[in-house]
């Protein structure tokens, strides 16, 4: 399974990388494996604004629907247009060409360090029985 | 995944690409968990035919037939297929539902003051559905010129050498495509599956887990139980009234549905295609001119139709074939045309 060092996640197998003064933010590759084959990817209108963990979309496989959630409080700045003909990019590349959202951080200072490192996510993983 | 007390795989390579390989090649289904009841003594052909809502006594020789097992007000506790083997009759039920089964029959068994000896076979049977259009060649090769699997009606059944055993191979299935299912001793089964997945591979086999499962069914219009099909629905609700067979014979549950055929269903099973994004999933509401009118009972991606269908349950009437209907997924409606069932058709 890849997980990244240089990016950061949630517990709910989100990840967030800043780019300049935004942070893009996907499922990782855990995820998009546990839910299989993704055929529908539900996002917001840009300029949404949403709360730290807070629900910015659904992500629908063959098998289930899954909430997805903000790592970061922020307004929504962009969208990935491409999963909307091609939600399979998330399957294929869920840490580049499968990004869901850009977002503007509200409070990056507080809220970046409560973001887990690679290998805190590894552990949250092998504590859920996940290898 | 734990279904019905068995570890059940949902997935080997991918719900897509396996249901792929079963509508174009050929699928492999370990069904094992299905419950195999056999059935023994005098009047076991009269003691069924008094329970299954469809006809039992003039079955032929390894012949198959679709049921539903009904209690007296007609609610569906399962559905089943009957076979008339050479030496005896069995019972495939649902594996969520054996128990229930087993306990209801034998209680028809001892109330009625049969004495029928109901045997679960799932210790020493596996059932393997080996699915698609590649099936019959693959099997015929295995089987060698013992049997003639292509002459085998839809619904029929044979018994056939198969590495090393006579077995019980039938032209029945869950998938839409045509295929076979086999009963195989248990303890030879780990080597059947082997070998199928090896000498299939030339034919591009795929093993098929409990997720394509449900979407091959789901595109070809066949229920499961506990979301099409439940003790509150009737067989007219779920629009099977033809495996009720009610001429010239007497079965539990005959006299309400008599007069449920009289009345006409109150509620009916129908096809929905999402025009709007989205999946519509079990348990959504369907949405009439502002009125809830039905709720999805399964929904998924089709990856054959390549969009979001679902199959309902909604009052009649309320929601005709070509109209525009709404389901509510989360907080939104999104349009769906209401369509025919099955969503598939294999080609012929």
Redesign the interface.
Known sequence: MNIPDELCYTKEHEWARMEDDLCVIGITDFAQGEL??I??V?LPQPGTHVDMMGEFG?V????T?SDLFSPLAGEIVEVNDEL?DNPELVNDSPYEEGWMIKLRPSNLDEDWPTLLDAAGYEAVLAESGAH | MPFAGWEMP??YA????EHVAVRSAIGLFDISHMGILDFAGDGVREFLDGILTNKVSDLAENQIRYSLICRPDGGILDDVLIYRLPTHYRLVVNASNTDKIVDWLEHQNTSQHWSIDISVQNSALALLAVQGPEATALLQNMVGDAADLAAVRYYRGTQAPFLGNTITITRTGYTGEDGFELFVPADDAAEAWATILDQGAPHGIAPVGL?ARD?LRLEAGLPLYGHELDDATSPFDAGLQKFVRFKNRHFIGKEALLEERQLGPDRELIGLELID???A?DGCLIVVAGEDVGVVTSG??S?TLQK?IAIANVETGTALAGTTVHVRI?ADLRAARVVALPFYQRPR
């Open positions: 299989g084959d055929v529908y539900e659904v629908e496989s063959v098998k629907a909307t | 949902v997935q991918g719900v897509i690409a997720g979407t994004r989205g999946i999933r998924t991606f990856p979001a989360r």
